[in-house]
Each structure stands twice: as C-alpha cells, then as structure tokens.
C-alpha cells in the first residue's frame, strides 16, 4: 500500500499515512484532530539500466587500442574515413 503525507490545516503538522489508493475516508490530524490535506511530494527518479535516454545515448567512451594503427579513426565499414575526423589524412 502507498504511503501519502498530509499537512494538518491547523498546526501544519506534517505527517506520513499508508492507506489504500481506494480509500477516500477523512483523514484527521493526529495530534490536534484537525482537518487535513493531502501533500503531493515529488518521487525521486534514479535512470539506471539500458532503456533511459541518459543511459542509452551517453557518448561511448574512446579506446587507443581499438584501432588497428593505433590512432582513433572514424572510418566507416566500406573502408572511407569521416570529413570530420581529426586523424583523417
């Protein structure tokens, strides 16, 4: 069951309820019994994993030894390097 936090209306107390998501009954204050109203929170999001936009386009990093010349290359599966390359020839 979720917890929602509510704010007494009298002595703004803040306090933490687990309830039912179908449960609409009154909620009084605990300590005053006075009328209350629920507090929406933000809920902390962490990306972790594949299937995030910050996870899944972060740029790769760059390797030394991955080319066969020892210098990184851009060069495309057909053998033609990138204009933009800064190793370009």
Known sequence: MPAYDY???????????????????????PHCGGD????FTPVGVVFKGSGFHNTDY???????????????SCASS??????TCPNAD
């Open 36 to 39: 209350t109203k629920r507090v």
């Open 7 to 29: 704010r007494c209306l009298s002595c703004e107390l803040v306090f933490e309820l687990t309830r039912s998501a179908n449960d609409t009954s009154h909620v009084s204050c």
């Open 58 to 72: 972060r740029p790769k990093p760059r390797s030394d030894d991955s080319s066969p010349s020892g210098k990184d």
């Open 78 to 83: 057909d053998g033609v390097a990138c204009p």
